[in-house]
Nanobody, 114 residues
Framework: QAQLVESGGGLVQPGGSLRLSCAASGIIFRSITMGWYRQAPGKERELVATITSGGTTNYADSVTGRFTISRDNGKNTVYLQMNSLKPEDTAAYYC????????WGRGTQVTVSS
């Protein structure tokens, strides 16, 4: 059974950092492009970062220079290092393939507040 499990979220002050992890199972992880998405209350889910099977990365303008996506194919895990966090980064964060599968994990909540 395919599964995506996100972790690493929490409450952080503006300017702080967090590292999110996403463990994938039941999928051919190493051959697909993975992404991190986020959804703030009252807003649509948005794609913030992607990484191809070969390691090429791409970022939304809003996070470029602050977020770094990486992957470990041996562990079927994708990461999102988030630095210089802003209140507008507050959202539930999800990982998924890009384009996404029909299923989603439960996400991990990131709250940036003083």
């Amino acid at each position: 059974q395919a599964q995506l499990v996100e972790s690493g979220g929490g409450l952080v002050q503006p300017g702080g950092s967090l590292r999110l992890s996403c463990a994938a199972s039941g999928i051919i992880f190493r051959s697909i492009t993975m992404g991190w998405y986020r959804q703030a209350p009252g807003k649509e889910r948005e794609l913030v970062a992607t990484i191809t099977s070969g390691g090429t990365t791409n970022y939304a303008d809003s996070v470029t220079g602050r977020f770094t996506i990486s992957r470990d194919n041996g562990k079927n895990t994708v990461y999102l290092q988030m630095n210089s966090l802003k209140p507008e980064d507050t959202a539930a964060y999800y990982c998924n393939r890009n384009p996404s599968f029909s299923f989603w994990g439960r996400g991990t909540q990131v709250t940036v507040s003083s």
